[in-house]
């Protein structure tokens, strides 16, 4: 069965430094998204993604955060400055229609720690 | 607020013993959504119910949906120990454009063997 794909499974990084997690979408998926999820909260929406540009984005999606589909497989997001607070597990998901009874399929997610 | 709120925040049952959880949102919806994480997981997607279906099933599962309580509950039977994980629900709201699903705080449920 086809699947969402994220690497790293584990990124450590400095404050302040510039991180890019990357997701694998399923295949035939038109619509790309991000959630992040800090320990112990709620998963948070971030931004979702459509022919290759946002399509929608959250307050917490702000000018530190990009995503870019560099190819025709990945889907990227970067923090440019990472603050301590960005430590959460990012999840990338993906789905066929992007309706709102379309299936989002999420990835294993990609824990950052920010020290 | 559109976002969906589970309760219990913890469940602790025994193998064989049915869960039930339950979810409460605050304003018109098109769909609610239950999830299940694993502890270090993804969200796996369980179950859809739209706001005209009162109640569906899938295996185990069974959904029902109350627009006029806004409510939803979920209900494992015959639970195994395999079922223990986090349970969220999530809505999609009815208008503005957005199909975004917003995440309740989730149920964490036990099941001991």
């Known amino acids: 069965e086809p699947e969402v794909t994220q690497t790293p499974s584990h990124q450590v990084t400095q404050m302040g430094q510039e991180v890019i997690l990357r997701c694998v979408p399923i295949?035939?998926?038109?619509?790309f998204y991000w959630y992040r999820q800090i320990l112990g909260q709620k998963v948070e929406f971030l931004v979702s993604?459509?022919?290759?540009?946002?399509?929608?984005k959250s307050e917490i999606f702000d000018d530190q955060f990009s995503v870019e589909r560099p190819d025709g497989s990945n889907f990227t997001l970067k923090i440019r400055s990472t603050k301590l607070e960005d430590s959460a597990m990012y999840f990338c998901a993906s789905s066929d229609l992007g309706g709102a009874t379309d299936t989002q399929y999420f990835g294993p997610g990609t824990r950052l720690t920010v020290l | 607020s559109q976002q969906g709120e589970e309760d219990p925040q913890a469940l602790s049952i025994q193998e064989g013993e049915n869960a039930t959880m339950n979810c409460s949102y605050k304003?018109?919806?098109?769909?609610l959504q239950w999830y299940r994480q694993n502890s270090g997981r993804g969200l796996v997607h369980l179950i859809l119910?739209?706001?005209?279906?009162r109640e569906k099933h899938s295996g185990r599962l069974r959904v029902t949906l109350d627009t006029s309580k806004k409510s939803s509950s979920l209900l494992i039977t015959a639970s195994r120990a395999a079922d223990t994980a986090s349970y969220f629900c999530a809505t999609a709201p009815t208008s503005g454009g957005s199909y975004i699903p917003t995440f309740g705080r989730g149920t964490s449920l036990i099941v001991h063997p």
């Open positions: 119910i739209r706001s005209n279906e």
């Open positions: 295949s035939n998926h038109l619509y």
């Open positions: 993604f459509y022919n290759n540009e946002i399509s929608e």
């Open positions: 304003t018109s919806i098109n769909n």
